[in-house]
């Protein structure tokens, strides 16, 4: 990961920072100016050691955090209640971007990743090695159950939740999302989500 998506162009990519994706447990709590204060793209490609996660976001992110959650049960197991695991990352100088895997991860794993600012965007990438989620390649059905924090601070101290695929509190695999494995995506296609319930 270098923080340069030019290798990104043929992905299909979700939007997230939409109004409708400002909410957190209490409901729908948008405190951005506007959207543009802080709106992004994501996309997930599947590695030979790891999945691949790119952000390109607008807007001042100096003070932001994200968690992405990740669900790796048999797409049957999805959406009911079980063992989970998460990555937590920050902005560093230098182009760093600090990761931090949750307590049910194996100890000593060392994610790495980086950003890069150009143009008014960020541009964020990153690998999470599947033993993070202790697999030894992506889920064998194809889904991975996905859930995506982030967590902005305005100028003005106000904080905004922005969730993709949530209806309440990310810590919950009920609402996750799914990212499905394609082999060979298409950029045409609009971004689309399978909703676990």
Known sequence: ???DLGEWTRQVWSPLGEPCQARFATGPADRRPSPEACRMRWSVRAGADGMHLALDVQGEI????????????PAVEL???GRYYWL?????????????????????????????????????ECTVPYALFEQQGWPASGDLGLSLWWVHQGGDG???HLLWSEDGHPWNPRWYGVVRLQET???????????VR
């Open 185 to 195: 995506p298409d950029p045409a296609a609009l971004p689309w989500m399978v909703r």
């Open 1 to 3: 990961p270098d923080g």
């Open 88 to 124: 937590s990352g920050v902005l560093k100088p230098d182009g760093v971007l600090a990761l931090s895997p949750g307590e049910t991860s194996p100890r000593g794993l060392k994610p790495v990743g980086r950003w890069a600012a150009a143009d008014g965007r960020t541009r964020l």
């Open 158 to 160: 106000q904080t905004t």
């Open 79 to 81: 959406g009911t209640v």
């Open 62 to 73: 100096a003070k932001d955090r994200f968690t992405v959650f990740l669900d790796p049960r």
